[in-house]
Structure formats: structure tokens, C-alpha cells
């Protein structure tokens, strides 16, 4: 099992940032990649961003591109993801999510084990 904390939600303007934080607790943190989802009310759970297990590799979603940036720090067992230049659009609930798969993917059926969520709000 491995248990995920997020954190670092807030509300905010737009144009502004933001970054959360994913603790993980439990089994070795480097065996997993790392992603990031996100859902707003009445969508579908959507992916945002993925790193690999050493940090080497990120794949983004394309609204996240230049935008936002996913990094991992395995000595503390914890997943960022720096959010910039926010839009009303980001407005939704974020997970972090660990994935035992190697390959990177965008699919939510290639996560393992999921945080509870942090709410992330940005005011027009």
C-alpha cells in the first residue's frame, strides 16, 4: 500500500500560482511514477501531468504545457507540481496518484494507489 497526501490547495486570482505537494508514506517511493489528475465539478477525472521514477521524464497534458511543472524529490518522498499563470479553467479538485507502470501514460487505469485530493479555485 502507499498512501498519498496532497496539499497546497488554495484559492487564488488568475494569472497567479500555486504549488502543491503529494507525501507519500509506505512502500518505496522511487519504484513509482508519479502523476497529477484533476476534476472539476460534473467532468471526468482528467490527467494533468506524469514524471518517471528517477525525475528523468514528464509528460503534461496539453493545457498544462508551459504552464505548469511536475517534480519529485525521492529523499523526501514527495511529488510537486508548480502551477503558473492560472486560469479560471484550472478551477477543479487535484490528485496525485502513484503508478507502477514504467511506460509514460496519460491513462488513469495505469494508477495504483490515489490521494484524497486537494481543492485548487481561481477567481476571474
Known amino acids: 500500500q502507499v498512501q498519498l497526501v496532497e496539499s497546497g490547495g488554495g484559492l487564488v486570482q488568475a494569472g497567479g500560482s500555486l504549488r502543491l505537494s503529494c507525501a507519500a508514506s509506505?512502500?518505496?517511493?522511487?519504484?513509482?511514477?508519479m502523476g497529477w489528475f484533476r476534476q472539476a465539478p460534473g467532468k471526468e477525472r482528467e490527467f494533468v501531468a506524469r514524471?518517471?521514477?528517477?525525475?528523468?521524464?514528464?509528460l503534461y497534458a496539453d493545457s498544462a504545457k508551459g504552464r505548469f511543472t511536475i517534480t519529485r524529490d525521492n529523499a523526501k518522498n514527495t511529488v510537486y507540481l508548480q502551477m503558473n499563470s492560472l486560469k479560471p479553467e484550472d478551477t477543479a479538485v487535484y490528485y496525485c496518484?502513484?503508478?507502477?507502470?514504467?511506460?509514460?501514460?496519460?491513462?488513469?487505469?495505469?494508477?495504483?494507489?490515489w490521494g484524497q485530493g486537494t481543492q485548487v479555485t481561481v477567481s476571474s
Open positions: 509506505g512502500r518505496t517511493f522511487s519504484n513509482y511514477a
Open positions: 514524471i518517471s521514477r528517477s525525475g528523468g521524464a514528464t
Open positions: 496518484a502513484a503508478s507502477l507502470t514504467t511506460v509514460q501514460t496519460k491513462a488513469r487505469g495505469a494508477y495504483d494507489y
